[in-house]
């Protein structure tokens, strides 16, 4: 039986519902973001956002929050977020386990 930092694992990936056309997801996530966000778990480990016309990815599952942050392998903080990512944490402190 896999333990939750096994390799074998299984994640789940969905988009989040109730996006609008052209501008997707942005605006239930300005008018309530923390209800939104707050929301995002129950449809996936991974939960894709439409942004007008970008694609974010929101992460979920706390194993792939660890890998996200101590695994420069598993993400490339290419793009156009990456620094206003890393700031959401708590104050501008992130530790990583």
């Known amino acids: 039986m896999p333990t939750p930092f096994s390799p074998t694992t299984r994640f789940t990936a969905a988009t989040a519902p109730g996006g609008l056309p052209l501008l997707g997801h942005a605006a239930a996530l300005l008018h309530r973001p923390h209800e939104f966000v707050a929301g995002l778990p129950a449809h996936g480990d991974l939960v894709r956002l439409r942004l ?17 942050l101590a695994d420069d392998r598993t993400f490339d903080p290419g793009g156009p977020l990456p620094d206003g990512v890393v700031s959401m944490g708590r104050g501008n402190t992130w530790s990583v386990v």
């Open 52 to 68: 007008g016309p970008l694609r974010a990815y929101v992460v979920c599952h706390p194993e792939l929050v660890r890998r996200l």
